[in-house]
């Protein structure tokens, strides 16, 4: 059985805010927020991050694109903007190793990180 914890969340082994949810991937709200609206979008998929994603998963990178813009509007946040981040790798502060964006927003975010 997988520890990783969005895998867990993913498949339902563990609790979390499910935004949006289907065969490929589920948003969330962060434990831990770092803006008044955060939330992770996650590849149902195990990928540790970019560097582990191939021409395969092209339509997956698409589609986590295409649910965080669907998240913002239903949210409401997506006319006064929002931000996306992905870190990749420990110099980049990613501390989960499961692919994941962070869509942020409801505040000024011009300057932030996550
Ligand atoms: P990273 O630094 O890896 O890009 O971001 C990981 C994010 O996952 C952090 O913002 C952290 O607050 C969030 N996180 C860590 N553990 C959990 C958890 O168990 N549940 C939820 N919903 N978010 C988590
Ligand atoms: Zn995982």
Redesign the pocket.
């Known amino acids: 059985m997988s520890k990783c914890?969005?895998c867990k969340?993913a498949n339902g082994q563990?609790p979390?805010?499910i935004r949006y949810e289907d065969d490929e991937l589920v948003a969330?709200?962060?434990?831990?927020?770092?803006a008044p609206f955060?939330v992770?979008i996650v590849p149902k998929k195990h990928l540790k991050n970019l560097n582990d994603t191939a021409k395969i998963d092209q339509d997956l990178l698409g589609h986590l694109l295409l649910i965080a813009q669907k998240v913002a509007e239903e949210a409401k946040i997506a006319d006064n903007g929002y931000k996306i981040?992905?870190?990749n790798g420990k110099e980049?502060?990613?501390?989960?190793?499961h692919l994941?964006l962070?869509l942020l927003g409801g505040k000024l975010l011009a300057r932030m990180t996550?």
């Open positions: 914890i969005f969340i563990m979390a805010h969330f709200d962060d434990i831990n927020p770092k955060h992770l981040v992905i870190n980049s502060g990613q501390l989960v190793d994941h962070h996550v």
